[in-house]
């Protein structure tokens, strides 16, 4: 689900707690808001929970099974505080990415901005100057010249062979199977593997919290989430999770056929589920998890800020090299 629908459906549900946390019953409170589809569906009887996934509004699983059982619980008011809370929190948490990734982009974007300028305005005076010189320039420099015409004056088939060599290469980053092995290869990386692995783990221990507090059976709260992962193999581990459970198996010991969590998390589980404390451990781990995450980015952007400027600095210094290339062959010919 994208930030932007994220803030929407978090407007949405704060509109609805402030309404009907001030004993307006919830037809009218969905009037009030201008949800007329919302509000017809509820006039007729049927229970939030179902009009939510009919007009397909709103329709994450865990927000659809707190409302459900807010419902069943006589509790509604409570789950939408904790649908709020829920959502709030990822969206701090996507703040927390784009902030990490910024100020990296932007210099980027500085930099290749600095380099096409470069190319076609800074080269072609030199290029005159080298012309009116009469000296022989040397291959990387006329290199430099070349790309430097191209771009000022491209042809129109080379232009349009560009053109269609990289819509063609954006429509096959854009397919599935190349998205899936693009995220296998970027998984490759230490640090990325680790901030996916821990926001997985928060995933499901957030999630489960949430669920296990508000009175549903653990069986139908590891359901909910096999809909909020796209990862095949969380989801196998989920219902393997549920197969085992089902069959008498606890949850620690089911815990231990997957690789849903690192052992020591596993051992948190563990203990906690003997001692019957199990949703508080998972809130815990969750905001343990969550901290973790934050300073996973952090390193995340402290390292690519330098590579960045390496990058940058090795392009615009080879093109800096390849203009003065003719001036100190010059030197040396005095």
Not at 28 to 56: F, R, T, V, W
Not at 134 to 139: D, L
Not at 211 to 239: F, V
Request: proline share 4%; hydrophobic share 45%.
């Amino acid at each position: 689900m994208g930030i932007k629908n994220l803030k929407s459906e978090l407007i949405f549900y704060q509109k609805l707690y402030t309404l009907y946390s001030t004993n307006i019953n919830l037809a009218e409170a969905l009037q009030i808001m201008d949800e007329i589809q919302l509000y017809k569906l509820i006039k007729d009887g049927i229970p939030l929970s179902n009009a939510i996934i009919i007009n397909n509004k709103h329709s994450d699983p865990v927000t659809i099974s707190l409302i459900k059982n807010g419902e069943q619980s006589g509790s509604l008011e409570l789950a939408v505080q904790q649908i709020i809370q829920r959502l709030n929190f990822k969206i701090e948490l996507f703040n927390e990415f784009k902030r990490a990734i910024t100020y990296p982009l932007i210099t980027l974007s500085i930099g290749i901005i600095i380099s096409i300028f470069m190319i076609i305005w800074v080269v072609p005076q030199f290029g005159n100057l080298f012309i009116q010189m009469g000296k022989s320039i040397p291959q990387y420099t006329k290199f430099l010249l070349q790309i430097s015409d191209f771009f000022r004056n491209p042809h129109p088939l080379i232009l349009i062979d560009t053109i269609f060599i990289v819509s063609g290469i954006v429509l096959l980053v854009t397919t599935k199977k190349v998205k899936e092995f693009l995220f296998k290869l970027a998984l490759k990386v230490p640090l990325i593997y680790d901030i996916f692995s821990r926001k997985n783990s928060l995933l499901i221990t957030q999630n489960l919290a949430i669920l296990i507090k508000s009175g549903i059976q653990i069986t139908e709260a590891i359901k909910c989430l096999q809909g909020l992962t796209r990862s095949i193999s969380t989801q196998n581990d989920l219902k393997i999770l549920i197969n085992l459970i089902s069959k008498g198996e606890t949850i620690s010991s089911s815990l231990e056929q997957t690789n849903l969590f690192n052992p020591k998390i596993k051992s948190l589980i563990a203990i906690a589920e003997h001692n019957g404390t199990l949703p508080d451990m998972l809130e815990s781990i969750s905001k343990q998890l969550s901290m973790e995450i934050r300073a996973s980015m952090q390193t995340c952007q402290q390292l690519l800020e330098p590579t960045f400027i390496v990058i940058l600095g090795g392009v615009i210094g080879s093109i800096m090299l390849g203009l003065y290339l003719p001036i100190f062959n010059l030197g040396n010919a005095i």
